[in-house]
C-alpha cells in the first residue's frame, strides 16, 4: 500500500510538469519581402491542419536578443495562441534589415506605415501559399510598435481586391493612437485595442478618440481600458517600474510599464474570444 501511495504521489507531481513542458523551438521561414528577405519565426501545432494564423507584430524593442530568437513576451504568447489551435507567425522588422531595437531612435529607419506594412503584406502573402493555413482565417496581433503598424494596416485604402482573402481580424496592444485618430481612423476588418487606463507611454485618449470617431464607417472596432493599467500590462511577472532615462534602444522612453495580473487575464480571455469570432 505505501508503494502504491508513493507512485500515486509521484504521479500527481509529475502532472504539472508535463502541463508545463517547454514550448518547441519556432522554425525560421525566409519570405520575399521586395529588396528585402524578411526573416520570420513560425510557431505551428502538430499535424497537417488547415490552421488558423495569427501574426504576431513585435514592438519597438525587436522580437529577438542575441541568445534568443524570440524574447519571452512573444513566446508566452504564442504558447497561448497554439493552446487554441493557432499559428503563430512573427516577421522580424528589424533583424531582417541588420537594424537594432528602435525605441529611442529619432528617426525610425523602419517606417510603420511603409516597411511594417509592407512586411505584414508580406507574411500574409507567404500564408496564403501554404497548405496547412486556413486562408481565411488569418489574423493580426500587435504590439506598441507593431499595433500602430496594423491599424494602418487594416486601413480601407490599404487593401487591393487581388489580395483576397483579407485579414479575419486584428487586435492592437496598447498602440500610439495619435496620428491615426488625427487622420480620421477607420478599419475593414474587426479590430479590438486593449489599452491601461494609466498608459503614460502610449495615450488611452486618442486610442478612445479613434475608435469612436470610426463608428457608423467601420467595420467592428472595440477599445477595452483597464483603468488602472499601465503600458506592457500583459507581459507577465513584469515589475511595476518607472522607466529610466537611459541609452538603451530598447526601452520606452518615458512612463511606466509592467503586469497587472488582472488585466493580463482579461485580455487573454478577450483575445482567445476575438480570433474564434
Keep these: 500500500m505505501r508503494l502504491k501511495s508513493a507512485l500515486i504521489f509521484l504521479t500527481m507531481l509529475a502532472a504539472p510538469l508535463a502541463a508545463a513542458a517547454p514550448l518547441p523551438a519556432p522554425q525560421q521561414v525566409e519570405i520575399s519581402d521586395g529588396n528585402v528577405t524578411l526573416h520570420a519565426q513560425l510557431f505551428r501545432p502538430d499535424g497537417d491542419g488547415p490552421f488558423p494564423v495569427v501574426i504576431a507584430l513585435h514592438g519597438c524593442g525587436g522580437l529577438a536578443s542575441r541568445s534568443e530568437p524570440v524574447l519571452p513576451r512573444y513566446r508566452d504568447w504564442a504558447e497561448q495562441l497554439l493552446t487554441t489551435g493557432h499559428a503563430v507567425l512573427l516577421p522580424d522588422s528589424y533583424g531582417s534589415r541588420e537594424l537594432g531595437p528602435q525605441c529611442r531612435t529619432k528617426e525610425h529607419q523602419v517606417q510603420i506605415r511603409r516597411e511594417r506594412v509592407a512586411d505584414i503584406n508580406a507574411a500574409r502573402q507567404w500564408l496564403v ?23 494602418w494596416a487594416v486601413r480601407p485604402q490599404m487593401w487591393s481586391r487581388n489580395n ?67 503600458h506592457g500590462f500583459d507581459r507577465a511577472n513584469l515589475p511595476l517600474h518607472v522607466i529610466a532615462a537611459s541609452s538603451d534602444v530598447a526601452i520606452d522612453e518615458r512612463g511606466h510599464v509592467g503586469t497587472d495580473t488582472d488585466a493580463r487575464k482579461d485580455a487573454q480571455k478577450r483575445v482567445s474570444e476575438w480570433l474564434a469570432r
Design 129 to 151: 501559399q501554404q497548405k496547412w493555413v486556413a486562408h481565411d482565417r488569418i489574423s493580426l496581433v500587435g504590439w506598441g510598435n507593431g499595433a500602430a503598424a496594423l491599424l
Design 164 to 230: 483576397e482573402p483579407d485579414f479575419r481580424s486584428a487586435i492592437a496592444f496598447y498602440p500610439d493612437c495619435r496620428s491615426s485618430s488625427g487622420l480620421g481612423w477607420s478599419a475593414r476588418v474587426p479590430t479590438l485595442v486593449l489599452i491601461g487606463g494609466r498608459d503614460d507611454v502610449a495615450s488611452p485618449s486618442a486610442c478612445h478618440q479613434m475608435v469612436d470617431g470610426a463608428r457608423g464607417r467601420s467595420a467592428l472596432a472595440r477599445i477595452v481600458v483597464y483603468p488602472d493599467a499601465y
